[in-house]
Structures are given as C-alpha cells and as structure tokens.
C-alpha cells in the first residue's frame, strides 16, 4: 500500500491536486494523508498578538481551514480511500518535509500556482523547497489544468 502525502492551500489548484492523489490512491490501493500549513501565530514570528479582535479573526480563520480539510477527508473517505487529515501551523516547507517523515510518505503530492520567476525569487515556492529538501518523489499538479 502506497502512502500519500497531499498539502493543500485551499486555493484554486486544490481541486486538482485531491482528484490527481484520489485517482493515485485508487491504481495504487493508497492511503491520503491531507496536510494544510496554517500561517505561524504571531508570536512565533516576533509580532505582537495584537488586539482580542485580531485573535478572534485568527482563530476563526483557523477554525474553517479545519472544518474544510475535515470535509475533503471525509469525501475522500466516502470514495473508499482510507484518508486523514492534518492542520498545522508552522513554517510550510518544514512542516511538510517533517510530516512525509512522521507519516512514511512514499510520494507527495502538491500543487503549483504557475507563478513566474520574478515572483519565485521574490516571493519563494513552496513546491521549489519541497523538492530540494524531500527525499521522497514529489508529483507536482500544474495549476494551467485550471
């Protein structure tokens, strides 16, 4: 049985990165493992908390990533492939290389947004940090299939 490790970021290209992992899953008898990467709390990256309200925006935000990666699981399930799910927050890149690592990921399957290079060298990529750190197969899901 085959393991699959899938972040997700909720955006466009999500679609066609579950559909791509579910119809792996499928050929290859595999187990999902949905990962999605919530922005790190403030604090940890040197910010003030901030007012109640901004932590109650936070929290909110938080609290519907959770109840979406729950209902892709969950419709992931129904389509008889054995599925979790996982909301963390972190670093993106370091916390789904850690995750391929604690789940025993034989792929990872992720989604890129077809942004240029300006914006890469800009901005980083997360599918670039993926594939330099992983020491595992990555399978990237283009997002010009929209």
């Not at 938080?62 to 909301?87: P, V």
Request: glycine fraction near 8%.
């Amino acid at each position: 049985m085959k393991k699959l490790l899938v972040p997700i970021d909720f955006s466009d290209v999500t679609h066609l990165v579950i559909r791509q992992a579910r119809d792996l899953a499928k050929s290859l008898n595999g187990k999902i493992r949905l990962i999605h990467v919530a922005a790190p709390e403030p604090a940890f990256v040197g910010d003030d908390v901030g007012p109640q309200v901004i932590r109650n925006q936070k929290a909110s935000k938080f609290r519907e990533e959770h109840r979406q990666i729950q209902k892709l699981s969950e419709d992931l399930n129904k389509d008889g492939i054995e599925t979790t799910s996982l909301l963390i927050q972190g670093m993106t890149v370091e916390e789904i290389i850690k995750e391929s690592k604690r789940f025993g990921a034989d792929l990872i399957v992720i989604g890129s947004h077809g942004h240029g290079a300006m914006y890469n060298l800009l901005m980083g990529s997360v599918v670039e940090g993926v594939i330099k750190k992983s020491k595992k197969p990555v399978l990237i899901v283009p997002a010009n299939n929209l």
